[in-house]
């Protein structure tokens, strides 16, 4: 049993960044529901998370089949492009995806470093919350949403996988972006004035960050 070189490559970049995000993600997961500004609403506040978990579970099996470690034959090229050691086409998706997960992981964990004490895994506005606009927040509304889109994004290309990719575009991506809209409008209602000018100082880039010409 043996693994290609992305595939190797993306389970250390994964296992990295799980170990520098924990403790971080550990106190938003704490702080989770304790908002002055909180709704429970399945759509918002779970189906993104969700639909997330859903893509790493079906990543797992899709990377092993890209690697033929288990033997799927049918699963090419409909679940995945590559097959074992990927070569020409096959070979630059799958480290063009490694890049987008390395941005993804970066832009993941520095935006939940970037928020701080205001960071939790829910939507919500904490008590004596503030406007922040330092870190990653200099360049995209919602630098972890983003991050989540790209790394699993990211991941998916790794593994060659079309379906899976289009799945958190079409799917995982809007789910977030969902859910960044939302929190800006509990944003806007706490803070006012002073959110608003950091939104329209950002041009509203929500996900995709400023320095790219297109984006939203």
């Not at 992305?6 to 296992?15: H, I, K, Q, R």
């Not at 403790?23 to 304790?34: C, N, S």
């Not at 800006?184 to 209602?189: C, N, R």
Request: net charge neutral; proline share 5%; glycine share 8%.
């Amino acid at each position: 049993m043996s693994f290609n070189a992305p595939t190797l490559v993306t389970v250390a970049l994964v296992t990295i960044g799980a170990v520098i995000s924990a403790p971080v993600l550990t106190k938003g997961f704490i702080r989770r529901g304790t908002g002055v500004k909180y709704e429970k609403n399945f759509l918002i506040q779970r189906a993104p998370q969700l639909a997330s978990v859903l893509t790493i579970l079906a990543l797992i099996p899709t990377f092993l089949i890209y690697c033929d470690v288990i033997k799927a034959d049918w699963a090419h090229p409909w679940l995945t492009i590559g097959q074992g050691e990927p070569s020409g086409a096959a070979m630059i998706l799958s480290w063009f995806g490694v890049a987008v997960l390395v941005s993804g992981l970066i832009f993941m964990i520095g935006g939940w470093i970037s928020l701080g004490e205001f960071f939790t895994t829910d939507a919500e506005v904490l008590d004596n919350h503030t406007v922040r606009s330092d870190g990653l927040l200099k360049f995209v509304m919602h630098p972890a949403y983003s991050g989540i889109s790209q790394s699993l994004l990211g991941a998916s290309l790794a593994a060659t996988s079309i379906p899976l990719a289009l799945f958190v575009v079409c799917v995982v991506a809007p789910l977030w972006l969902n859910r960044a809209k939302y929190e800006e409008k509990i944003l806007l209602e706490s803070l006012g004035q002073s959110y608003r000018d950091y939104a329209e100082n950002m041009k509203w880039r929500r996900l995709v960050p400023t320095f790219i010409p297109l984006g939203f």
